[in-house]
């Protein structure tokens, strides 16, 4: 492995040797710079896995004998959960280090962290970090297989993947994966989201119209910048700052958690105090839950057959009503298929890019 990358980096197209596009291709930091081939083929073979992915058919042998270490330097319950649980089922073992157990506590740096883990014959890293370019910057230090499981604002691959997944399923498109026609919604803090880059790269490949949505500083008119207009074509991706008039277009909303963490100021329930502190992102939880929260009574706006969707963590009651998120209020929610075609997605990247 470690001979292939050098010798991909060094010598374009070497005989017998993978191409650097190859070579690419064996990790995943990105939808934006992923082709909609890549994009298709990872969708079909997550339907595919699906079965054995999900505990519904026999488990696969496909990665016996290879190694996948989680490297998580942040928190996560759903995607840790299912790498660990796709990687099992194809056959893999799974090594699971997080920030706090990890050498980085006592000033090891994020490269050499992860050039020891893959010295002891890792296949894969997984890795998830707050700063944006962490995957890239492991991706260049190791010879391995990176996937990114969410790097600061920058992508989150995975998550991406798996709404295209829930949405090719719910509308029937999982075929061909061709997304013509279908309206995307992706709403709140559109500008700290790296699932919004990752939705917006992906969706917009396969056709779909997305809109983002919320108020400016949390999804500015400049973010339709993600996507660049082919010639003489509308832009597949719009800014607006009115849920209400957006709502009854689209044939799904995709719900974003208000990142307090990657803003300055108080997050939610910080306690009252009379310190001089910076101001949040919000002004208040009612104020933004008034201004583009899915409320129950919002969501009746939705047109029929209309889905909500979010990629989790969930703060029921700002962004999104409990019984919204729940599909018991108004549209069908597919938050838990989401879920779901996470681990049948991770089974195919991870076999993708581990050569299986
Ligand atoms: N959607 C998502 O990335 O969830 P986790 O933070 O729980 O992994």
Redo the contacts with the bound molecule.
Sequence with gaps: MIGERTMARAGDMLPGVVSMQAARERSLVGLSGASVERIRRLLTRACELRPAAMGEAEPMTILRGRTVATLFFE??????TSFAIAAQRMGASVVDLSSGASSLSKGESMRDTARNIEAMGVHAIVTRAPQAGAAELIHDAVACSVINA?DGRHE?PT?GLLDMATLAEAFGRDREFDFRGLRVAIVGDVVSSR?ARSAVAGLTKLGARVTLVGPPHLASKGLACLVEPSAGKPSLLSVEHDIDTVLPEMDAVMMLRIQFERHDGPGLGSAPSNEVKKAGPIASVRAYREHCGLTVERAKLMKPGAVVMH???INRGVEMDGPVADGLAGPRSLVLRQVSWGVAVRAAVLAECMGA
């Design positions: 928190s996560s319950t759903r995607t840790r969410g989150h998550q699932v990629p989790g963590p």
